[in-house]
Nanobody, 125 residues
Framework: QVQLVESGGGLVQAGGSLRLSCVAS????????MGWFRQAPGKEREFVAA????????TYADSVKARFTISRDNAKDTLYLQMNSLKPEDTAVYYC??????????????????WGQGTQVTVSS
């Protein structure tokens, strides 16, 4: 069983920045893809960003491209999401997720087996 613990959410004004962190209890952290997803009230959970195993290839949803940066520190088993130029429409609960299979890079939520508890991000206008 893998546990994911997120932190870093909060309330910020439009145009501001936040950095989310996610610590994983997985000894082979570097060999698994990691992702961030979000869910706004009344909406379905959506993909935000993902980072692949080993080489750290990244991909982003169009809505956050050029504003958000996903990164990982394999030595610390930690995933990050740097969010800049935040907009009110970025308001959501953000979830960290870990893929269920090693060496697989995916943006499909169904391929992510482990999920954090979520952290609230609220952007005021």
């Amino acid at each position: 069983q893998v546990q994911l613990v997120e932190s870093g959410g909060g309330l910020v004004q439009a145009g501001g920045s936040l950095r989310l962190s996610c610590v994983a209890s997985r000894r082979t952290f570097s060999t698994y893809a990691m992702g961030w997803f979000r869910q706004a009230p009344g909406k379905e959970r959506e993909f935000v960003a993902a980072i692949g195993p080993i080489l750290g290839t990244t991909t982003y949803a169009d809505s956050v491209k050029a504003r958000f940066t996903i990164s990982r520190d394999n030595a610390k088993d930690t995933l990050y999401l740097q969010m800049n130029s935040l907009k009110p429409e970025d308001t959501a609960v953000y979830y960290c997720a870990a893929a269920g299979s090693a060496y697989v890079f995916t943006i499909s939520a169904s391929e992510y087996k482990y999920w954090g508890q979520g952290t609230q991000v609220t952007v005021s206008s």
